[in-house]
């Protein structure tokens, strides 16, 4: 279930893991909210290489359910 994400390297510099079964869309957003990225797993993983050193928010949605945390890129 989605209540129990985790996200790991935190903070990451490459690729980052997603603790889900399945496939999920993820949007990578600012900390006040501005769409940035959109992306989805592969293989229960997703890249932030492209993205400048910060903090954002990662929106994973599977089917109908959605979490949000937030994650360090260095």
Do not use: C, H, W
Request: aromatic letters at 6%; proline letters at 4%.
């Amino acid at each position: 279930a989605l209540s129990a994400l985790q996200l790991f390297p935190n903070p990451a510099q490459e690729d980052v893991l997603v603790n889900l079964e399945g496939e999920a869309d993820i949007r990578i957003l600012g900390l006040s909210g501005e769409f940035i990225q959109q992306t989805q797993t592969v293989q229960q993983r997703f890249s932030v290489a492209s993205l400048p050193a910060g903090v954002y928010l990662i929106e994973v949605t599977q089917g109908e359910a959605k979490a949000m945390k937030k994650l360090v890129v260095r």
